[in-house]
């Protein structure tokens, strides 16, 4: 049977598969490039957006929001400052991707971060909360205070900010 199927299986020779490879090849490397050089088929492009550090997003969030609380009068322990950086936006933020390892770019996301502090999701350990090894005190009690003297249109705004600084090209 094999010899009637010859036409739908033809023998390559070893010519024709490097041949096909090359260019496989040359398309797949080429595809999308804007300027062709030969290094630019070797090295790694760099990506299009910015990434943004959460270090930085709780100034984005003050600039967006100025009446959210800043909740920055907590004493730095190892200068014996005001911590004014250390911000409820800031720390809410570090809780939200490091402690509670959640995406930042989705809403609902910061939605069950929110029900957090409001004492309606899951349970927020005082020792691990952002600022306890850094601050005198510890600023949980009084962060949790801010969000639940937030209005309902506050929190979802607030939640809303945080998405679109993750997402600025959704």
Known sequence: MSKHLSFIHPRLQ?????TALTVVSVIVLGAGMDQFTPIN???????????ISPSDVWQLVYQQLPDLPKENQYISRESGRVAENNTLASRLIRY???IKERAPNYRLDWKLTLADYLDANEIMHENTYPGNDTLRQNPLPGDRAAIKRLTRSQRNA?????????NPNP
């Open 14 to 18: 070893p010519w024709h598969t490097l």
């Open 96 to 98: 939200h991707i490091y």
């Open 158 to 166: 607030l939640a809303q900010v945080l998405t679109n600084i993750f």
């Open 41 to 51: 088929l070797l090295s790694i492009q760099p990506a299009q957006a910015q990434r």
